[in-house]
């Protein structure tokens, strides 16, 4: 990993400690990577929810659903 690593401390129950260790067994990986991958699906979840509420709030080019009934009658008259 060519990224400088920062120190931190957690504090995790006996079981969650014992699974998180048979998990690293398992995954022949260390407890630190499980955990900095969860992190970082944390993360990067959180910034997701961010940006789809920032688009879900920009109205721009969106129609009211009165607007989309209108443009839905004015077609099937076309027709």
Avoid at 17 to 28: I, S, V, Y
Avoid at 35 to 63: C, F, M, P, Q, Y
């Amino acid at each position: 990993m060519g990224t400088m690593l920062k120190r931190t401390t957690i504090f995790l129950t006996q079981e969650q400690h014992e699974r998180l260790r048979r998990l690293a067994f398992e995954q022949r990986t260390s407890m630190a990577k499980l955990l900095r991958d969860a992190a970082l699906e944390v993360l990067e979840d959180e910034e997701d929810i961010r940006e789809g509420l920032k688009a879900l709030s920009d109205e721009e080019g969106t129609v009211t659903w009165e607007q989309y009934q209108e443009t839905r009658q004015e077609r099937r008259g076309a027709l």
